[in-house]
């Protein structure tokens, strides 16, 4: 992607936050001069500056523990960048997921992503697609397949069966997520109305 960064600002080095691009957790940062970035950009491996080595340095070169970079872009100013990539272990050196100690475990936001999907099922439809049959099937249909899930994970809720209860939580999801793009919806205007309950 074409970037307009600013070397020059900071005598040639830009500060570079990695954000986990599943989660959305900031995992560390690091500076970037114009040859970091660019290998970067040619290895797919995020690579920093070090001031400290006086070199360029790839997240994981010493521990294995790389980081994969998804996207790149470059904030409005054009003076910091934001790196969303998939670490293959703990990113801080002190052994922690992030380098503010905290704990890196969520992936609800590949609820986002699963919605873009969904939505482009519905909006470029393929014979090969699943999703893409239900909304050609229309409201009603998709309507009885969440009820028929809400119904199948009751079913396992009473046993023990945990991966059995997972797979139906998961069918659950999807054609609930299914149902609100059939109906126009967002999701946000869900968590809106969740958020103001609890406030109240």
């Known amino acids: 992607m074409t970037m307009n960064i600013d070397f020059t600002k900071m005598n040639g080095l830009i500060p570079a936050i990695v954000q986990d691009a599943l989660s959305g957790k900031v995992l560390m940062q690091g500076y970037m001069n114009e040859e970091a970035l660019a290998k970067t950009q040619d290895t797919g491996m995020v690579t920093f500056f070090s001031r400290s080595k006086e070199r360029l340095w790839t997240k994981g070169e010493t521990s294995g523990n790389f980081l994969e970079a998804v996207s790149i872009a470059g904030d409005c100013d054009g003076d910091s960048i934001l790196i969303k ?24 936001v590949f609820i986002d992503q ?20 239900l909304f050609a099937k229309g409201i009603n249909k998709i309507a009885q397949k969440v009820g028929e899930e ?45 958020i103001q309950r609890h406030q109240k």
């Open 85 to 108: 990539a998939n670490p293959k272990g703990p990113v801080c050196h002190t052994g922690a997921d992030t380098c503010w100690n905290e704990v890196n475990s969520s992936k609800t």
């Open 114 to 133: 699963l919605r873009a999907i969904i939505k482009d099922r519905k909006n470029n439809p393929s014979d090969q697609s699943y999703t893409a049959s």
């Open 150 to 194: 809400a119904v199948e994970i009751v079913i396992e809720a009473k046993d023990d069966n945990k991966e059995l209860f997972l797979g139906e939580a998961a069918d659950l999801l999807f054609h609930y997520l299914v149902l609100l793009e059939a109906k126009g919806y967002e999701l946000d205007e869900v968590m809106e109305v969740l």
